[in-house]
T-cell receptor, first 115, second 110 residues
Framework: EAGVTQFPSHSVIEKGQTVTLRCDPI?????LYWYRRVMGKEIKFLLH????????ESGMPNNRFLAERTGGTYSTLKVQPAELEDSGVYFC?????????????FGEGSWLTVV | QKEVEQNSGPLSVPEGAIASLNCTYS??????FFWYRQYSGKSPELIMS????GDKEDGRFTAQLNKASQYVSLLIRDSQPSDSATYLC??????????FGGGTRVLVKP
């Protein structure tokens, strides 16, 4: 069974440009999460989808970030326009159900560098 | 105060010894906890979850939760060089939203 896959693995863009990150969750997982780790900080929650609906987007830093999950399968996270402080690792994660005993599986992350 | 705090390390242990990792959390964090292991450039991988006070053992790993002291720990027995990684402590909340600590880097020396 394929794990959570993310694309691209690495991206270097200039300030002001747009970047779109993609996440393919494990097949059948209704819950999809985006997290981010910026340099020197802990991994922080961005948002949570249940199927195609945004369940919790309390961690989204500002309106330059737009996440979508059309059809409830893969998700994209767009940063437009990118700023220097957006550099970091963006992790996607998925899980089958909610609640205790459920495992959240992470992808390897998309490393974003804004120059 | 951070919601979940860990010593960044590195924690250096000789092969075969016990590695002891600690994590404290604030009132804002839920009462379910997870330990993830992350190798450099790889995805965080869940190794232990603990929901109630006391100890939970799984192979060479033991997690301990003390809700009164707001403290969760992870012991790695018979440490191997392959255990060298960053260990992330995370608190879980509704919707399985995780709050992570900064991670503790563990170095097991042969």
């Amino acid at each position: 069974e394929a794990g959570v896959t993310q694309f691209p693995s690495h991206s270097v863009i200039e300030k002001g440009q747009t970047v779109t990150l993609r996440c393919d969750p494990i097949s059948g997982h209704d819950n999809l999460y985006w997290y981010r780790r910026v340099m020197g900080k802990e991994i922080k929650f961005l948002l949570h989808f249940v199927k195609e609906s945004k369940q919790d987007e309390s961690g989204m830093p500002n309106n330059r970030f737009l996440a979508e999950r059309t059809g409830g399968t893969y998700s994209t996270l767009k940063v437009q326009p990118a700023e220097l402080e957006d550099s970091g690792v963006y992790f996607c994660a998925s899980s089958h159900i909610l609640g205790d005993g459920n495992t959240i599986y992470f992808g390897e992350g998309s490393w974003l560098t804004v120059v | 105060q951070k919601e979940v705090e860990q010593n960044s390390g590195p924690l250096s242990v000789p092969e075969g010894a016990i590695a002891s990792l600690n994590c404290t959390y604030s009132d804002r964090v839920s009462q379910s906890f997870f330990w993830y292991r992350q190798y450099s450039g790889k995805s965080p991988e869940l190794i232990m979850s603990i929901y109630s006070n006391g100890d939970k053992e799984d192979g060479r790993f033991t997690a301990q939760l003390n809700k009164a002291s707001q403290y969760v720990s992870l012991l790695i027995r018979d440490s191997q060089p392959s255990d060298s990684a960053t260990y992330l402590c995370a608190g879980g909340a509704a919707g399985n939203k995780l709050t992570f600590g900064g991670g503790t880097r563990v170095l097991v020396k042969p």
